[in-house]
């Protein structure tokens, strides 16, 4: 995962360690289920990454894209050592997550250079985005690890750079990018869903976070959503875009 | 690159260091080529076994091999990291070598995952094996360096570990990919002669070395092959194949 995010990430949540929430079963299976969930979207994002450093059009670019995807890599190994840490495999973590993240990419095929550039930059800030709204609600230590694996690799900026620079040539791009935003967002939601719908843990997770009763309600939820549809507008309007 | 190796590279030829060695711009230009050549080499090296990883048969197996290809990518960065000490600009030193080893990766793509676990295994040695014949006629502050770039990023075991395997199980598998292997060997030879042929430079510490007037004779260019050769055939053998 990559890209910038105007989720707030501050402690207002800070409440206990992994020790103590852990001391319940099903937060711990959250735990692992959200560890496995973004251990999968890391290697996928590597693989992603290094496919569009395959097709970029010059080896500078290839070079920073090739970085970026390197730097997801050690995103990944950070989740691996801290599923082994905890007594679990990462391949049977990330087994449940393959076929949705799989699912998003097919339906996400970008056509282009250019739409590749404003997926990665798109697409991957709306699943930090999440990630973060799920972090809020952890454990310090678990929240701690979470945050570090959604740092930005660098590759935000380097996408937002050369898609304002492609639109600024050919402002007739903006049209079709915009829809192709648009596209990625709804997917987005569309395969978050199908995840929380199937993974009863990790909903739970969401909707009360760790060692506490305060629920989410659906008031709440529905502020989640708006948040994360908001820093997407906001985005697509840094790239010149309709939102 | 990757992948272990017979060749000797110990500092029978350790004389002299980088300073006094650069005091010639042959020289230096020579290792100039010498790393932009290693540099996409590693570079390339990312993006095939990326490849791998996204074909590989498992979640496993794609775990392990990004990994691999993450380390590459080090290797590739402790490069740029030398070029930018040496003033050189990395995409520039890389450019006249993209096309001679992307045609050796069009000329040998491989046809199945098994075809790309010899590749990995067979292929990288090879060049392995060509860069450490070079890097004994280095200075010794670059020989330090390309050696710690050509170490193995744990993917020749991984590789044959997977192959023998495999031809366990079918051993019919054994001819077919003997073959590959022979044409793999010549592919690399034909795309090294091609190099060497445009890099004056590059030749000409190949057949010199740095800062000595100790030239390659033609008897012991023809050892050198010998040596890679030989290297090869005892490395198909460990795969139970006839080389």
């Given at each position: 995962m990559s890209s910038g995010t105007d989720i707030p990430s501050d402690d207002?949540?800070?409440?206990?360690g992994w020790t103590e929430a852990a001391a319940d079963p099903a937060y711990r299976d959250a735990v692992l289920e959200l560890l496995g969930a973004l251990a999968y979207g890391e290697l996928s994002a590597f693989e992603r990454l290094a496919e569009d450093a395959r097709d970029a059009p010059d080896l500078t670019a290839k070079a920073e894209i090739a970085a970026h995807a390197a730097a997801e890599f050690g995103h990944f190994a950070v989740l691996r050592g801290r599923l082994a840490e905890l007594d679990a495999d990462v391949t049977e973590a990330m087994r449940p997550f393959a076929a949705p993240l799989d699912e998003f990419h097919r339906r996400t095929a970008p056509s282009s250079w250019l739409e590749s550039l404003v997926k990665a930059f798109v697409g991957d800030a709306i699943a930090t985005d999440f990630y973060r709204e799920i972090a809020r609600r952890l454990d310090d230590d678990t929240r701690g690890l979470v945050l570090a694996t959604l740092g930005d690799t660098g590759h935000a900026e380097f996408a937002a750079d050369r898609i304002c620079a492609a639109i600024e040539e050919d402002p007739r791009q903006a049209g079709r990018l915009a829809l192709w935003g648009r596209r990625l967002m709804g997917e987005a939601l569309s395969q978050a869903q199908r995840v929380v719908a199937d993974h009863d843990a990790l909903a739970a997770v969401l909707a009360g976070g760790a060692g506490t009763a305060e629920g989410l309600d659906l008031a709440e939820l529905g502020r989640l959503f708006a948040r994360i549809t908001e820093a997407h507008a906001r985005r697509m309007q840094r790239l010149g875009l309709q939102p």
């Open positions: 207002e949540n800070t409440r206990i």
